[in-house]
């Protein structure tokens, strides 16, 4: 026996399995529509929060930019210290600083006085009486000493006058450029227990070395006044001195 469904029966289950199917469909474009952030109330709450992250990504650049600059400050503020230690060091990259010494205790800046790098005078003075004194400027570019004493010759005498141990000074007189150092010379007795003497109108000065008794070579004659001076067997001479006055007392 044949067994026949009703037309009512098949027609009601179409619009059922239509109705299921619509929604499983419309479930799963409601659970694409959360995972992808979709939907006003979630999508505007997403979007802010990404717009903050990404603002903070931005300052978090900037920052670093900053960094950056601060260490290129930094860079910079140590060349500027090198700099100053170029400065203060004297040397810089072009080798090093050098400027010339004026120490007179340099040996370089120092030369022995003679009559190549001074002028002589030779004076007669009022008082006390029966003295000459010797002037002798630096008239060079260095530091002269003058060691010992002069050695003086008068007129055609062989030897020269003896030396007032007396009067000598406690260190070696230096003359700077320009300075002057001066001797006396005793040329006559006031009692005349020299004995007769001479009138002498020619004198020649000689200077010592850094030895005693050595010649410093390049003598000077200065001039005497016109009538001469007169000279007799008590003529002595001082030490070099650094003033008029020191040489002038004994």
Request: glycine share 14%.
């Amino acid at each position: 026996m044949r067994t026949f469904r009703s037309a009512r029966t098949t027609r009601s289950a179409r619009p059922a399995r239509l109705l299921a199917a619509t929604g499983v469909a419309l479930a799963a474009l409601a659970l694409t529509a959360c995972a992808n952030g979709m939907g006003t109330r979630v999508e505007g709450s997403e979007n802010t929060s990404g717009t903050a992250s990404r603002t903070t990504g931005g300052s978090d650049a900037t920052t670093g930019g900053t960094t950056t600059t601060g260490g290129g400050s930094d860079a910079t503020t140590g060349g500027s210290t090198t700099d100053q230690a170029s400065a203060r060091t004297g040397k810089g990259t072009g080798g090093t600083a050098t400027s010339a010494s004026t120490d007179p205790s340099d040996p370089a800046n120092r030369v022995t006085c003679k009559g190549s790098n001074t002028t002589v005078t030779a004076k007669p003075v009022t008082r006390p009486i029966n003295h000459l004194l010797i002037t002798v400027k630096n008239t060079g570019s260095k530091y002269c000493d003058l060691y010992s004493y002069p050695s003086v010759r008068f007129g055609e005498a062989q030897s020269a006058p003896r030396v007032m141990e007396e009067s000598q000074p406690q260190a070696v007189v230096t003359l700077a450029p320009g300075e002057s150092g001066y001797a006396g010379v005793l040329l006559s007795s006031g009692d005349g227990s020299g004995g007769p003497g001479a009138t002498e109108k020619k004198v020649v000065v000689h200077f010592q070395g850094r030895k005693p008794g050595s010649d410093a070579g390049s003598p000077a004659s200065p001039a005497l006044p016109a009538k001469g001076v007169h000279v007799d067997g008590s003529v002595a001479v001082t030490y070099w001195q650094s003033t008029a006055a020191d040489a002038l007392q004994y």
